[in-house]
């Protein structure tokens, strides 16, 4: 027994000592990464990822002690589509100016000025590869995501449009840290290992000359523009402990030690035609995360509701320190939610994140899931300056 403890302190011990160290190296680095984050309809509409939720697949992306306690799930594909900001009232622009509308005039209306005065609106897609499994503590996956974001600038608006492809692979393993019985709790240590790969497209045009290229076509302004891929790979580990399967407690530490590749083309055709890029180094900061679950026990009420969960989360507790020019305020960190099951079948769910308010729904067919969620992200660093509000809607097929 005594054995057991010392060796519990000890992984406590050396799990602090790589958090407290790692902070010195990614401030070293010459540049910051950020880092892929995949989405899901359902941890988006609980208030963000949440460190002590460990029952599906996204335990890869919120805990590796996860794969202990979860599954055993297979997902075989999944499509996951996300809109944010002004997208319909930009598509009614676009569809207008087809329509044989004059762009300049369009461009002056009213309701367009506004628009542009500060436009961010963004379109995303994740999968259809969407392959992954968690179970028996074991876990892996390879997902696709697509973005591409709008954004304005310029008091005559200059319009940007930023395209990400990113793919991820992403596996590792849980084990569980014996304890005595009579503690009733879990006490589960995971680690992950991640590789990840991101091309990026940078268009930069003004408002009448993107209308027009829309109107026609032409790939050459795409061929023209700055391309970037990028290639990291990096480690992820956490602890999970459960008591009575009733409150569990996590603590994560994401990207431990990330370092990126960036090969930076002067065209893309720069990069179809294979030429020399020149290259830039750099790391993605790490997110140490902490969070509880409360799910109570029900009594009778279980016939119709099968679950509750309660979540309080603190994400990225070590900002300041690994990457203290986009450092944002502590409120901006808290993450709040809870889901509700009823009859085995339909979720309900609710939160808040980065001090804005989600919901979702989502419909558990066995092989088939369907999901909605409406979230808020802040885009400055500040509580309540520049909100934008997303919806997703996932389609998944998992046995």
Known sequence: MELKLKKIV???FILAVIVSILPVFAQSSTSIESPIVIKSTRSTALGGTHVALADDLTSLFSNPAGFKSAGPELSIAGITMGLAGPIFDMAS????????GNPQDILLSSNVQ???????ASMELVGPLAFGYVGQGLGFGFFSNSNIVFSSSGTVPTIAADVDEDFLFAGGYAFRIPLPASWKSTLDFGAMLKAFVRGSLSISSSMIDLISLLQSPNMDIIYNQPFKLGIGVGLDAGILYSWEKMVSFGIVGRNLYAPTLENNYSTFNSFVNSETPTES????PID???????????????????????????????????????????????GFGTEIVLLEILSIRAGFNEGLFSAGLGIDLSLVSISLSMFGSELSPEPGLRP???????IDFSI
Request: glycine share 8%; charged share 10%.
């Open 281 to 284: 180094f750099g790391i993605v």
């Open 288 to 334: 140490l995360s902490a969070g509880v679950m409360f799910s109570p026990y029900l009594g009778a009420v279980e016939h119709y509701i099968s679950g509750l969960k309660i979540f309080l989360d603190y994400s990225d507790i070590l900002d300041f320190l690994t990457h203290p020019a986009t450092a944002s305020n502590p409120v901006l960190h808290v």
């Open 93 to 100: 622009v676009i569809i207008e100016s087809s329509s044989g």
């Open 114 to 120: 506004d628009m542009l005065k500060s436009l961010y």
């Open 10 to 12: 000890l992984l406590i």
């Open 388 to 394: 934008v509000y997303n919806l997703l809607i996932g």
